[in-house]
């Protein structure tokens, strides 16, 4: 079983940086489909970033240009640096790595992850 922290996150104003980070160990897979998603209260968990083999990365419309997906070169640690934030942007955000080695395809369906991180806050205020 991995296990998932995640770390990160906290309150800032609009236009402000943030990042979050999370941690998969152990680090079973090679270059696995890794991805970012968040969930504002009383909506459904949408899909932010994914990143894949080559380090090859995907984002949603809503945040492409100001936020970046990243992970180290042992692939265990996840990131998101997020600018110019703006209060949409406000949430849980939820790190997910997929159980295979490789990731031709980065992927953004929340179903197709297989390990979760337990989330950590993101509030943007105006």
């Known amino acids: 079983q991995v296990r998932v922290v995640e770390s990160g996150g906290g309150s800032v104003r609009t236009g402000d940086s943030l990042s979050v980070s999370c941690v998969f160990s152990?680090?079973?897979?090679?270059?696995?489909?890794m991805g970012w998603f968040r969930q504002a209260p009383g909506k459904e968990r949408e899909w932010v970033a994914s990143?894949?083999?080559?380090?090859?990365?995907m984002y949603a419309d809503s945040v492409k240009g100001r936020f970046s997906i990243s992970r180290d070169n042992t692939g265990r640690t996840l990131s998101l640096q997020m600018n110019s934030l703006k209060p949409e942007d406000t949430g849980m955000y939820y790190c997910?790595?997929?159980?295979?080695?490789?990731?031709?395809?980065?992927?953004?369906?929340?179903?197709?992850?297989?390990?979760w991180g337990q989330g950590t806050q993101v509030t943007v205020s105006s």
């Open positions: 990143i894949g083999d080559n380090d090859k990365t």
């Open positions: 997910a790595q997929r159980a295979a080695s490789y990731c031709v395809h980065p992927r953004r369906n929340r179903y197709e992850y297989d390990f």
């Open positions: 152990p680090s079973t897979y090679k270059t696995p489909c």
